[in-house]
């Protein structure tokens, strides 16, 4: 179909390593498990966009089944000139759920056992990073126990 719809291209914009602290679970077991992970520190990385993850947010989990976890982290960042961009990202979490449970403990768990899809999106008043408030962002990520790591690339 040369004329039909095609895909946007992605642009890569950087790799997060989000640094976060113990989880705290919020609701009795019988009920969906929400919990908040402090986020206290952390790294952007990418060939135009680096940044310092400040300790300043959570990320606000609700366990919907036992295979399946919605997430919404909200943080901000530093660039190294000093500019602040905040940060929404929600995302969902699912495998198996052994291995959403051995997550939800601590334990490493392969990234190719989990799908984890997240859709950041980004505010800053800062001139030289504006596109980020008018683009949409998606990324790719894993859990390891005392860090998220994410790719995150810009939808064409």
Do not use: H, K
Not at 7 to 34: H, K, N, S
Not at 35 to 61: C, H, M, N, W
Not at 71 to 88: I, K, M, N, S
């Amino acid at each position: 179909m040369p004329d039909g719809p095609r895909p946007p291209g992605l642009t890569y914009l950087a790799g997060f390593r989000i640094d976060v602290g113990t989880a705290l679970a919020v609701t009795p077991p019988e009920q969906a498990t929400r919990r908040i992970v402090p986020i206290t520190g952390g790294s952007v990385r990418g060939p135009e966009f680096t940044a310092t993850i400040l300790p300043y947010g959570a990320d606000f989990q609700t366990q919907r089944s036992p295979a399946t976890t919605d997430l919404d982290a909200r943080y901000a960042l530093q660039t190294p000139t000093g500019e602040l961009v905040f940060v929404t990202n929600t995302a969902v979490r699912s495998g198996a759920p052994e291995d959403i449970e051995a997550l939800a403990s601590g334990r490493r768990v392969p990234a190719e056992s989990i799908y984890f899809r997240c859709c950041p999106q980004f505010t800053t008043d800062a001139p030289r990073w504006g596109f980020l408030n008018d683009r949409l962002f998606v990324g790719s990520g894993r859990r390891d126990p005392e860090q998220v790591v994410i790719d995150v690339w810009m939808v064409d």
